[in-house]
């Protein structure tokens, strides 16, 4: 399969759309801030981040037992773009629940909000 193909693939999915949306906002997320903002079981969004990874959009950074990820990537980069002219009505709402959920984060755990 082309690369091409694994990335139209990977965000063909409405879970993985609304995955990549949010660390499209962030430089890094845990997999439980993921977890919560969608409120998705944590195996449902890991795997979905599996899939995401596979196609070379994310990348990966353990931090004890969590898993941290990001964007990867010049293609990540162009779809992230692509993304934000298109996000619709339950984009916008994940990305402010996530903003809620890290709010009340102490300020050691909140992941820095791209500029």
């Known amino acids: 399969m082309s690369a091409a193909s694994k990335i139209f693939k990977a965000l063909g999915d409405p879970v993985r ?10 430089d890094e997320l845990c997999v439980c801030h993921l977890t919560e903002a969608l409120k998705c079981p944590q195996s449902t969004v890991s795997r979905h981040l599996g899939v995401l990874r596979q196609a070379g959009l994310v990348a990966t950074r353990r931090d004890g ?15 992230s773009t692509v993304l934000d002219r298109l996000a619709d009505d339950e984009l916008h709402a994940d990305a402010w629940h996530l903003a809620d959920i890290l709010k009340n984060l102490p300020t050691s755990c909140a992941p820095k909000a791209q500029e």
């Open 65 to 79: 037992k969590w898993m941290n990820y990001r964007l990867h990537g010049d293609m990540a980069e162009a779809f």
């Open 17 to 26: 759309l609304r995955l990549f949306y949010l660390l499209s906002k962030h």
